[in-house]
């Protein structure tokens, strides 16, 4: 990862934007639907540090290298954060290509080296995020109080939301219907978690782009993750950042029995077939077990 992506809030922040051109109108409409203040500031101004007070990040835009220098330094000097367009050496950081979802925000950056490639990704993924993400968003953002003081143990309370996400509440809230996804959520919320945990087996052995959508979504989801020691790299890279990881020798039955009774999704990264001795412990429990790909002998 060469660079870190990180979003920053946008209520309350102040946008400068200096300069003139389409340029400049492209970085203001990037704030159109935002929170955040927007000053235009062009000339002269733009070249004074106090132009850029308060200002949270600041774009400056202009065919004249000397004045981007210049303007760039000035909002540096007031605190802001950096962007010059198309000079790289000048920026704090590089403007991704945005999907704009209200309260779910999606970023493609490539570091400033094809903009285009990033716009290309953009529209490719923009189709598979519903329009109603935001609303799905913004009404787990207005129980998340109340979700964790009714679900103080994090597998229960990822269980739970994991449910809602996909449960009536999430798609009423897609469709617009943000009353009736407010009583849904606080009926299921009352209720507590429903589903129980999993143990899924995934193949490991690579190379990754074999494995199939199931599985590659089930690493995604994964609350733990358990990995032999040869398992390829590129598929654990699949798996979610967050994910506690288990050693091999302390994944027993037991304890995968344990992890999915409490609500976690468990997968088992193998190089080889499942044990049968471990499938007929978890069966024996009653713990649901989804066996993906097995890695085939090599």
Same mark, same amino acid.
């Given at each position: 990862?060469?660079?870190f992506?990180?979003?920053?809030?946008?209520h309350?922040?102040?946008?400068?934007?200096?300069?003139?051109?389409?340029?400049?109108?492209?970085?203001?409409?990037?704030?159109?639907?935002?929170?955040?203040?927007?000053?235009?500031i062009?000339?002269p101004?733009?070249?004074?540090?106090?132009?850029?007070?308060?200002?949270?990040?600041?774009?400056?835009?202009?065919?004249?290298?000397?004045?981007?220098?210049?303007?760039?330094?000035?909002?540096?000097?007031?605190?802001?954060?950096?962007?010059?367009?198309?000079?790289?050496?000048? !920026?704090?950081?590089t403007?991704?290509?945005?999907?704009?979802? *209200?309260e779910?925000?999606?970023?493609?950056?490539?570091?400033?080296?094809s903009?285009?490639?990033?716009?290309?990704?953009?529209?490719?993924?923009?189709? #598979? @995020?519903?329009?109603?993400?935001?609303?799905?968003?913004?009404?787990?953002?207005?129980?998340?109080?109340?979700?964790?003081k009714?679900?103080?143990?994090?597998?229960?309370?990822?269980?739970?939301?994991?449910?809602?996400?996909?449960?009536p509440?999430?798609?009423?809230?897609?469709?617009?219907?943000?009353?009736?996804?407010?009583? =849904?959520?606080?009926?299921g919320?009352?209720?507590?978690?429903?589903?129980?945990?999993k143990?899924?087996?995934?193949?490991?052995?690579?190379?990754a782009? =074999?494995?199939?959508? #199931?599985?590659?979504?089930?690493?995604?989801?994964?609350?733990?993750?358990?990995?032999?020691?040869?398992?390829?790299?590129?598929? =654990?890279?699949?798996? #979610? #950042?967050?994910?506690?990881?288990?050693?091999?020798?302390?994944?027993?039955?037991?304890?995968?029995?344990?992890?999915?009774?409490? *609500?976690?999704?468990?997968?088992? @990264?193998? !190089?080889?077939?499942?044990?049968?001795?471990?499938?007929?412990?978890?069966?024996?429990?009653?713990?649901?077990?989804?066996?993906?790909?097995?890695?085939?002998?090599?």
């Amino acid at each position: 990862m060469d660079a870190f992506p990180a979003f920053i809030p946008l209520h309350g922040a102040t946008v400068v934007i200096a300069g003139s051109g389409e340029a400049a109108e492209a970085k203001a409409r990037l704030f159109e639907s935002s929170p955040a203040t927007v000053v235009r500031i062009e000339g002269p101004a733009a070249l004074i540090a106090g132009a850029y007070a308060g200002a949270t990040l600041a774009f400056i835009a202009t065919d004249d290298d000397i004045f981007a220098q210049a303007a760039a330094q000035a909002a540096r000097a007031a605190g802001a954060w950096v962007n010059v367009v198309d000079r790289l050496a000048l !920026c704090d950081f590089t403007t991704p290509s945005v999907i704009d979802r *209200g309260e779910v925000v999606a970023a493609i950056g490539t570091g400033g080296a094809s903009p285009m490639l990033a716009a290309m990704l953009r529209n490719d993924i923009e189709q #598979r @995020v519903p329009e109603g993400a935001g609303r799905v968003a913004a009404l787990f953002r207005k129980h998340q109080d109340e979700v964790r003081k009714a679900l103080p143990d994090l597998p229960a309370r990822r269980a739970f939301l994991r449910e809602a996400l996909a449960g009536p509440a999430a798609q009423a809230a897609q469709a617009g219907d943000m009353e009736a996804a407010t009583r =849904l959520f606080l009926e299921g919320l009352a209720k507590g978690p429903m589903a129980q945990g999993k143990v899924q087996f995934v193949a490991g052995r690579g190379p990754a782009d =074999l494995l199939t959508l #199931r599985a590659s979504r089930a690493l995604a989801a994964a609350d733990v993750l358990v990995a032999d020691t040869d398992a390829d790299p590129d598929i =654990l890279s699949l798996a #979610r #950042r967050d994910a506690e990881r288990l050693a091999p020798d302390a994944a027993t039955p037991d304890r995968l029995i344990a992890l999915a009774a409490s *609500g976690l999704r468990v997968v088992r @990264v193998i !190089c080889g077939p499942p044990s049968d001795a471990d499938l007929q412990a978890l069966a024996a429990a009653g713990a649901a077990t989804e066996v993906l790909s097995a890695a085939p002998d090599r």
